[in-house]
């Protein structure tokens, strides 16, 4: 059975502090997404990647993804209250056609 | 441009009851895919559908669940007789291709609630 592991369950930091999130697994990826969820809404597609070694950014985030495919890392830079919310990562690994295996996500608070 | 419609948004069923659970895909997207989300849980993949087809449905519990996408209309998720477990937010994505880096697009989830 294939299981992602994200570590913290839960971070609760000020407003300005840096942060990063781990998803770790022991099966190799085809991709891994990452997610936002906020509260009472589905999960918002924040980043694809694919590459073994890959490093994405997205404004104050920045995505890498583990060079054997396991595992993947989120990091926020100078957090802000915006940025609140559930962080789920998503593997999909060969053949399974669009199934993917969720984390339990890291619930993020940043206080003013 | 509409995104992945899912209705109703809160559903509250007596145990015993049927739930029907709608989706509708984003336009031009023929790729639809069920999740269950349990309090405090990742979401579990149940289904995967293309149009009257189920491609894969190894996330699905073997009674009282099933799924269709057909030719016209929405996706329909049904659980019959339904008990308090059943509880649980449902989501419904969509995409264009079952290629592995095609982003899927989430809709708002269908909250059950049994009673």
């Known amino acids: 059975t294939q299981l992602l592991e994200q570590s913290p369950q839960f971070l609760s930091i000020q407003e300005g502090e840096n942060l990063t999130v781990y998803c770790n697994s022991s099966?190799?990826?085809?991709?891994l997404q990452w997610y936002r969820q906020e509260p009472g809404e589905g999960p918002v597609l924040l980043v694809t990647?694919?590459?073994?070694?890959e490093v994405k950014k997205l404004k104050r985030l920045t995505f890498q993804f583990g060079d054997a495919r396991k595992d993947s890392s989120l990091h926020i830079t100078a957090a802000q209250p915006g940025d609140t919310g559930l962080y789920l990562c998503?593997?999909?690994?060969?053949?399974?056609?669009?199934?993917?295996?969720f984390g339990k996500g890291t619930k993020l608070s940043v206080k003013p | 441009n509409a995104g992945v419609m899912q209705n109703p948004r809160h559903l509250v069923r007596r145990r015993g009851q049927e739930a029907r659970l709608r989706c509708s895909p984003m336009?031009?997207?023929?790729?639809v895919y069920w999740y269950r989300q349990l309090p405090e849980e990742g979401l579990k993949f149940m289904v995967y559908?293309?149009?009257?087809?189920?491609?894969?449905e190894s996330g699905m519990p073997k009674e009282r669940f099933s799924a269709e996408f057909p030719k016209e209309g929405p996706s329909i998720l049904r659980i019959q007789q339904v008990v308090r477990g059943d509880s649980a937010a449902y989501f419904c994505?969509?995409?264009?291709?079952?290629?592995?880096?095609?982003?899927?697009?989430f809709g708002q989830g269908t909250r059950l609630t049994v009673v």
């Open positions: 990647v694919v590459t073994g070694g």
């Open positions: 994505a969509s995409s264009w291709t079952d290629r592995y880096d095609t982003e899927a697009f």
């Open positions: 099966s190799v990826f085809s991709s």
């Open positions: 336009k031009g997207h023929s790729h």
């Open positions: 998503a593997g999909e690994y060969g053949g399974s056609q669009g199934n993917l295996i």
């Open positions: 559908l293309q149009k009257e087809n189920i491609i894969d």
